[in-house]
């Protein structure tokens, strides 16, 4: 077996990256959890809760981290069951496709989602 020309890198880095993902999403959810849950408590959750909080720029970043690392830990992860199981290059390019755009739409929609809500003036 000749591994000549398996120079990259990239499986490596995409392992990588999935395990710190999953170690930085797990202290997140720990996180959210911890004060959805506990800190706020799941009655009192409404939507003038999340908006309120949201109207912070540091619950903005957490809630954006928090996409960025789940969106890219999920992908990466059925991106590696494809390439395992799926064998045809044809197949494996439209389930790499219909990924990625999926990827995209949940990543706009949560981008903009967290972009726009912003704490309504009262008059």
């Not at 408590?41 to 912070?56: F, K, P, Q």
């Not at 969106?71 to 991106?79: D, F, Q």
């Not at 069951?81 to 790499?96: M, P």
């Amino acid at each position: 077996m000749s591994y000549k020309n398996a120079t990259s890198n990239a499986g490596a880095m995409g392992w990588y990256l999935q395990r710190i993902t999953g170690i930085v999403l797990f202290f997140q959810v720990l996180f959210h959890f911890g004060v959805y849950h506990f800190v706020t408590g799941v009655s009192n959750i409404s939507y003038n809760v999340a908006i309120e909080r949201l109207a912070n720029p540091w619950w903005k970043t957490f809630e954006f981290s928090f996409l960025i690392f789940a969106l890219y830990h999920g992908s990466n992860g059925i991106k590696m069951i494809i390439d395992d199981y799926i064998t045809s290059h044809g197949w494996r390019l439209a389930a790499l496709t219909v990924l990625y755009v999926g990827m995209f739409v949940v990543f706009m929609m949560g981008t903009t989602a967290i972009i726009v809500i912003h704490k309504p003036v009262v008059y």
